[in-house]
Each structure stands twice: as C-alpha cells, then as structure tokens.
C-alpha cells in the first residue's frame, strides 16, 4: 500500500449543546466507513486557518468564521481509498451558536458526493457507540485540548 504524507487541516464543530460534527465517508477503494470532523488537504499557498476555512464551506456550507486561530497538531495514520496517509494535521475549533446546525453539500466534489453517506452531531458520551470506525481513534481528547472547560474535558 502506497504512503503518503498530505498537509491537512480539521475542524472540530462544536453546537451550541457542545455536540461535535462528524462526517459518515464510505472509502470508494474497499467500502468500509469512517468517521471524522470537515477536513482536507492544503492547497498550495494555503495556510492551514486558510485551508480549515475553504474545507468547512465546501463540505458543509457552515460559516468559516466560526473557526478559529488556535490549533492542536495531530498525528495521523489513516487508511483512504488504497493509500496510507501518516502525518501531522492541524486541528482548529469553530463554535456555533445554534444547536445541530443544518449543513449544505453544495460544495462538495463530485466524488465527494458520492462517499459521504451522511453527518451526526455527537454528544461527549457518545462517541464510543458510532457504527463504524472513528478517525482520529482519540477525537475525544483533541476536542479537549481545543475547547478546555468543556463537556470534552
């Protein structure tokens, strides 16, 4: 299996009851599924706030305003559509005021549109009761280290 590293940046959304947004993408290569926060790789020229911005809109439709400066760099090692992707990835937060807000899909690619098969907001409690696989595997204390004094905490 090829490895690559892929500079990438994340957003964890919190809702205004502290549920985090996670993505359901089947991988078009074996099928299987995943979850995680909106996210992609950095363009060139891209900063990763840049980036974390553009990828929000376009696989959400939610205010790029919301996501903040601050971020946690997490090590990834994810399996995608017959690749290995290992590096660091930058993890913003952007807060909303509005409980579950309502995405657009609008922006997404069209195989984008294919694999994503649907989104959850997730309560703190709950992570662990997804179907399917949860990437990064420690979600739980990233959104930690992002919004201290949470429900994350």
């Keep these: 299996?090829?490895?690559?590293?892929?500079?990438?940046?994340?957003?964890v959304c919190l809702d205004?009851?502290?549920?985090?947004?996670?993505?359901h993408w089947q991988d078009p290569a074996d099928g299987s599924r995943l979850w995680e926060?909106?996210?992609g790789g950095i363009d060139p020229g891209e900063t990763p706030l840049q980036a974390a911005r553009r990828e929000l809109v376009e696989e959400t439709g939610l205010d790029?305003?919301?996501?903040?400066?601050?971020?946690?760099?997490v090590e990834r090692d994810v399996r995608w559509n017959g690749k290995r992707f290992?590096?660091?990835?930058?993890?913003?937060?952007?807060?909303?005021?509005?409980?579950r807000p309502v995405l657009a899909r609008a922006g997404l690619l069209?195989?984008?549109?294919?694999?994503?098969?649907?989104?959850?907001?997730?309560?703190p409690g709950d992570l662990a009761a997804l179907p399917d696989?949860?990437?990064?595997?420690?979600?739980?204390?990233?959104i930690?280290?992002?919004?201290p004094g949470s429900a994350w905490t």
């Design 144 to 147: 930690a280290a992002l919004a």
């Design 133 to 142: 696989r949860l990437e990064p595997p420690g979600l739980a204390a990233v």
């Design 86 to 99: 290992v590096g660091e990835e930058q993890f913003f937060l952007a807060r909303f005021d509005a409980d």
């Design 37 to 39: 926060p909106p996210g």
């Design 64 to 73: 790029p305003a919301a996501v903040g400066e601050r971020f946690v760099d």
């Design 16 to 23: 205004r009851g502290e549920r985090v947004l996670l993505l």
């Design 110 to 123: 069209p195989d984008e549109q294919v694999n994503l098969q649907d989104h959850v907001w997730v309560a």
């Design 1 to 11: 299996m090829e490895t690559r590293h892929r500079p990438a940046a994340r957003i």
